[in-house]
């Protein structure tokens, strides 16, 4: 049986903010639990399998339904375990971000054997986080808590662009939800590759941008409109008119 995990791996910003912040922590409290620790947010595991093919089966046909998954880093928190103590980075996950961990769980049940509790959460109720702190940390606790409270907290938003699977510590596969395709290792730590996902999260951005840029302008013309309609049903119009536009409708 293989040692496994599915994570997502921090990038851009994220991955700066969260390296720093580990960084400073190791020296600060002298803490040895992060040391060489690659940022993450776990999605499903540990686990042990001996359905391997099938478990790359599952992630890929889960991801490949999901391209624009977004969230969001809220702050800090802490499991307050009685021992083995974790601080993290909060994770406040969109909706899709929740469907998506909870498809994977769903179906990896069945064919692997899994060290955590959380893997069995509904899609509501799975803590999304990324540790910067755990192991040695018990005794040092509400020190490295109370310097955490005069930080300012972190408001980064983020999209999941590649879903990992890791076999003992090491890149097994990846599936690029942008590219919408399974990465073997080589392709995984090949920066051309890696360099055409930035590219296709650059042009969404900017899509996206002038998608808001016309909603503001339309949402304008369809309140101008409104002002005729009667009072008693004016908020409601103008809501369902937003709402279509949202869903592409008009």
């Given at each position: 049986?293989?040692?496994?995990?599915?994570?997502f791996?921090?990038?851009?910003?994220a991955?700066?903010?969260?390296?720093?912040?580990?960084?400073?922590?190791?020296?600060?409290?002298r803490?040895?639990?992060?040391?060489?620790?690659?940022?993450?947010?776990?999605?499903?595991?540990?686990?042990?399998?001996?359905?391997?093919?099938?478990?790359?089966?599952?992630?890929?046909?889960?991801?490949?339904?999901y391209k624009?998954?977004?969230?969001?880093?809220?702050?800090?928190?802490?499991?307050n375990?009685?021992?083995?103590?974790v601080?993290?980075?909060d994770?406040?996950?969109?909706?899709?971000?929740?469907?998506?961990?909870?498809?994977?769980?769903?179906?990896?049940?069945?064919?692997t054997?899994?060290?955590?509790?959380?893997?069995?959460?509904?899609?509501?109720?799975?803590?999304?986080?990324?540790?910067?702190?755990?192991?040695?940390?018990?005794?040092?606790?509400?020190q490295?808590?109370?310097?955490?409270k005069?930080?300012?907290?972190?408001?980064?938003?983020?999209?999941?662009?590649?879903?990992?699977?890791?076999?003992?510590?090491?890149?097994?596969?990846?599936?690029?939800?942008?590219?919408?395709?399974?990465?073997?290792?080589?392709?995984s730590?090949?920066?051309?590759?890696?360099?055409?996902?930035?590219?296709?999260?650059r042009?969404?951005?900017?899509?996206?941008?002038?998608?808001m840029?016309i909603?503001?302008h339309?949402?304008?013309?369809?309140?101008?409109?409104?002002?005729?309609?009667?009072?008693?049903?004016?908020?409601?119009?103008?809501?369902?008119?937003?709402?279509?536009?949202?869903?592409?409708?008009?």
């Open positions: 049986m293989g040692h496994y995990l599915i994570e791996r921090l990038g851009g910003y991955k700066k903010y969260s390296q720093k912040l580990i960084f400073e922590l190791v020296r600060k409290f803490i040895r639990g992060m040391k060489d620790k690659v940022s993450h947010i776990s999605l499903f595991g540990p686990f042990n399998t001996n359905n391997e093919r099938q478990v790359v089966s599952i992630v890929q046909n889960v991801c490949k339904s624009w998954v977004a969230f969001k880093f809220s702050g800090f928190n802490y499991f375990n009685p021992t083995n103590k601080i993290y980075l994770i406040k996950p969109s909706d899709d971000l929740r469907n998506l961990r909870y498809e994977l769980a769903n179906k990896l049940l069945s064919v054997k899994t060290d955590s509790s959380q893997d069995r959460k509904s899609a509501n109720d799975f803590y999304f986080h990324s540790t910067i702190a755990f192991k040695d940390i018990d005794n040092k606790f509400n490295i808590w109370n310097y955490l005069h930080k300012q907290e972190p408001n980064i938003n983020q999209y999941l662009l590649r879903v990992t699977i890791i076999k003992k510590g090491r890149i097994l596969y990846e599936y690029d939800l942008l590219q919408g395709r399974l990465l073997n290792r080589n392709q730590l090949n920066r051309r590759v890696f360099q055409e996902t930035v590219r296709i999260l042009e969404g951005k900017k899509d996206f941008h002038k998608h840029q909603s503001k339309n949402i304008t013309e369809i309140q101008t409109q409104s002002d005729t309609i009667d009072d008693t049903h004016k908020k409601k119009s103008i809501l369902d008119k937003i709402l279509l536009f949202f869903r592409g409708k008009i």
